[in-house]
Structure formats: structure tokens, C-alpha cells
């Protein structure tokens, strides 16, 4: 093999080994955490993706009220962005995002954000190990001092984590190219499987003082219990909670069912309402089922959760990250993985 590849290995390439638990009901997990840099709480570890099939005012509450987090996408005016988050509204210590760009009105857009009651800025861009997000970082950190939780991405290198961190991130957005309704792998030729960029990257966010946000490629609950084991203290997550009651847009009816849109912020659609113009081609637009409750979906991700860690024998979010053991499975361990049924030798009388 060229000394110039390297394997890599993504979520469903895994299995986490099962360990002696103690554990006799789920309710002994606790699956809060204090982030390092900034001791910010976080009582559940999801985090919904600022894109504006995903997360407005009403997901931001609804996450909020969970203990997780929502990030307020950016494509639209500050005026609106503001809009989407009422602090009359939402519970007590609540923890609320809001995403800026790099360039243009980023700074004046943030304090903004800031002063109408979100307390997580979130610099949301593709490709994260660059001079523009290093340099709207400097500036950011410089405005608002220290004081301000800036969330920062995405990258998938330890190199990239470090570029950020060193200038002021305090958690990082790891994966590029892994989600659901992404083509950038496909049309740049760029990326690497999220577990891989996590399980790469934790060693020196763990030296640094950052917390890993885990985004792209989580399929179902496993997968998430996956990132938290191999060092991520957050995932994001888009496709799991699109099509739910909380996502933005009106219901669309078909003869096969209800649906809603969701689609990449850098597909040519969206590009075209939020810019007035298509650069990149690195998304695409589609109709998911409608999903139900936002709460209903988070219902069943924290149960699915909480037995991934008493399958491990841990208590905490820490415990499962030092615990984990993990397993590379086959093909055909993977077939088995998934749920099948078999009819060889049945008969209808």
C-alpha cells in the first residue's frame, strides 16, 4: 500500500465492546457535562445544525428545554436571526446558539446575537482550517474578550482543531463531508469518515483544553454513543431531527405521505435564496417524512443513549470515553449488525 493512504474508518466500520456494568437502571446515567474552556453546562449532549431547514426559534426552545443546544442558522438578515430566540420564553439556565459567517457583517452580527440573549456563537463555515476563520476568530475574541463561547468549524485534522483552538475556540465542529444531504466529498474529493476525524483529533483536544463536537455521517443513536466514546463531548446532528414538528417549513403533502424539505446550505437551491447566486455545488435538497415531535425524536436518542453507556459499564460521559473499547467488524458482521429477518424453513399453514 502507497505510504501516501491511510485507512480510515467511519461509524458503521465499528462496534464498541460490551463490559461488565453494574449499572441496574438507566436513570444512574448522567449525561450532563461542563465544558472545559468555559465550564458552560450542557445536560444533554445533542446539538441541532444552523441551517434553515433545521433550526429556528422553535427547535432553539425545544432543544433548549431538553438541556441540549440549538444554533440559530445565519442565512437570513441579523434583524430575523435575532428574532429567533425570546428570553421570555425559554427555560431557566438555557443555552442558546447562533451561527456567523466569516466575512461581511459577522462582527456586528454577533454582537447582536449576543445582546438579544443567545450565549453560544457558532462560526459556521465548510471548511474551518482557514486564514478567514482563523482571522474572524482573532477579531471576534478581540471584540467580545474572553468571556464569549465561540464555537468554531469545521475541521477534521488535528492540525485544523489546533489552528483553532489556538486562536480562542472554545469547542470545535470535527467532520467534513460526512452529512446526510452533503456532496462535498463527491464533488471535491475531500474528507474524511467523522470517527476517524474525532478518535485523530481528541489527543490534542484533550492537551488543549477543547471540547470535540462530533457533525456529520450520525445515522441513529449508536452512532452518536460511538462519537461520545471516541472522545467527542457533543454531537451535531441535522437529518435526525429534520421533518419534525420544530424544523422550519409548512408540511408538504403527497399521496405517499407528509413531508418537509430539508437541504445543505451550499446546495445551488439554497444558495440561490440566501446569496442570489450559486458558487459551490457541495449540497443537495430533499423531502424527508415527516417525523413527529421534535421531543419524541430526543426521547428516543437519550434512551438509545443511556443503554449505550450501561453496555459499557459507565455512569458518565468521561467514564465512557476512558472505558471504550472498540472493534473493527466485517462486511458480514456488519449485515448482522443490522436488524434482519429470515424466512428460510418458515411455511404458512
Known amino acids: 500500500m ?21 449499572i441496574k437502571s438507566r436513570s444512574e446515567i448522567i449525561l450532563g457535562q461542563n465544558l472545559i474552556r468555559d465550564n458552560l453546562r450542557v445536560e444533554f449532549p445533542v446539538i441541532s445544525s444552523p441551517m434553515d431547514t433545521v433550526t429556528e426559534s422553535k427547535m432553539i426552545k425545544t432543544m433548549a428545554g431538553f438541556g441540549g443546544i440549538g444554533i440559530a442558522h445565519r442565512y437570513c438578515s441579523i ?4 428574532k429567533m430566540i425570546s ?24 454582537q447582536a446575537l449576543l445582546h438579544a440573549g443567545f450565549n ?7 471548511h474551518g482550517h ?10 471576534l475574541r478581540r471584540s467580545l474578550g474572553d468571556d464569549v ?48 476525524s474525532v ?37 451535531m446532528l441535522g437529518s435526525l431531527l429534520s ?30 435564496e440566501w446569496r442570489g447566486k450559486v458558487g459551490s455545488r457541495e449540497g443537495v435538497v430533499s423531502l424527508v417524512p415527516y417525523k413527529g415531535t421534535t421531543q419524541g425524536i430526543l426521547e428516543d436518542l437519550e434512551a438509545g443513549i443511556r443503554s449505550g453507556l450501561s453496555y459499557s459499564g459507565s455512569r458518565t460521559l468521561c467514564e465512557l470515553s476512558a472505558k471504550a473499547s472498540f472493534i473493527l467488524q466485517t462486511p458480514a458482521g456488519q449485515k448482522e449488525s443490522n436488524t434482519h429477518v429470515y424466512s428460510k424453513g418458515l411455511r404458512s399453514e
Not at 453560544?120 to 465548510?126: E, F, N, P
Open 149 to 196: 463561547h465561540i464555537m468554531a468549524g469545521n475541521v477534521a485534522t488535528p492540525e485544523g482543531l489546533r489552528y483553532l483552538a489556538d486562536r480562542g475556540a472554545n469547542t470545535i465542529r470535527v467532520g467534513i463531508g460526512g452529512g446526510s444531504i452533503c456532496s462535498t466529498r463527491i464533488q471535491t474529493g475531500h474528507g474524511i469518515p467523522t470517527l476517524q
Open 87 to 110: 428570553i421570555e420564553s425559554m427555560p431557566k439556565n438555557y443555552n442558546a446558539g447562533a451561527a456567523v459567517g466569516v466575512t461581511g457583517d459577522y462582527l456586528e452580527r454577533s
Open 120 to 126: 453560544i456563537l457558532c462560526i459556521d463555515v465548510a
Open 199 to 235: 478518535v485523530d483529533c481528541f489527543p490534542i483536544a484533550e492537551s488543549l483544553g477543547v471540547d470535540i463536537v462530533a457533525d456529520g455521517g450520525i445515522q441513529n443513536s449508536g452512532d452518536i454513543v460511538k462519537a461520545l466514546a471516541a472522545g467527542a463531548s457533543l454531537v
Open 2 to 22: 502507497n505510504s501516501r493512504i491511510k485507512t480510515s474508518y467511519a461509524f458503521e466500520d465499528v462496534l464498541l465492546t460490551p463490559q461488565y456494568s453494574n
Open 79 to 82: 434583524e430575523d436571526q435575532c
Open 130 to 139: 482557514h486564514d478567514l476563520t482563523g482571522t474572524a476568530l482573532d477579531r
Open 243 to 272: 421533518g419534525t414538528d420544530d424544523t422550519p417549513g409548512n408540511l408538504i403533502q403527497q399521496s405517499t405521505g407528509a413531508f418537509k424539505e430539508y437541504r445543505g446550505m451550499a446546495s445551488a437551491k439554497a444558495q440561490r
